[in-house]
């Protein structure tokens, strides 16, 4: 089992930056896939980006030259970088590690899917 928590959020304005962390309570080195999810108010959670072990990386075109993931798997922990922010950036953002992110790259689904409880990004006009 594997805990996941999201760090980073806040209030910004627009055009402005915020770097998200996801600390993993145990290894993430075995975990292929491993993303960064959004959900506004009154819309379903959207990918944002994901990234493999071997750096393949997707992101969703909304974000594409705005927002970069990084992984640590020495200490654990996913980066999502968001610059340019925009007010439709506005949402809870979810680290993901496991079957959901893994089918959204193509790949088989996990046996696991962990979620982080989210942190809230706001930004205003």
């Known amino acids: 089992q594997v805990q996941l928590v999201e760090s980073g959020g806040g209030l910004v304005q627009a055009g402005g930056s915020l770097r998200l962390s996801c600390a993993a309570s145990?290894?993430?080195?075995?975990?292929?896939?491993m993303g960064w999810y959004r959900q506004a108010p009154g819309k379903l959670r959207e990918l944002v980006v994901g990234i493999t072990n071997g750096g393949r990386i997707i992101y969703a075109d909304s974000v594409k030259g705005r927002f970069t993931i990084s992984r640590d798997n020495a200490k654990n922990v996913v980066y999502l970088q968001m610059n340019s922010l925009k007010p439709e950036d506005t949402a809870v953002y979810y680290c993901?590690?496991?079957?959901?992110?893994?089918?959204?790259?193509?790949?088989?689904?996990?046996?696991?899917?962990?979620w982080g409880q989210g942190t809230q990004v706001t930004v205003s006009s």
């Open positions: 993901n590690a496991g079957s959901t992110t893994a089918q959204a790259m193509g790949f088989r689904p996990y046996e696991y899917d962990y």
């Open positions: 145990g290894s993430i080195f075995s975990i292929n896939a």
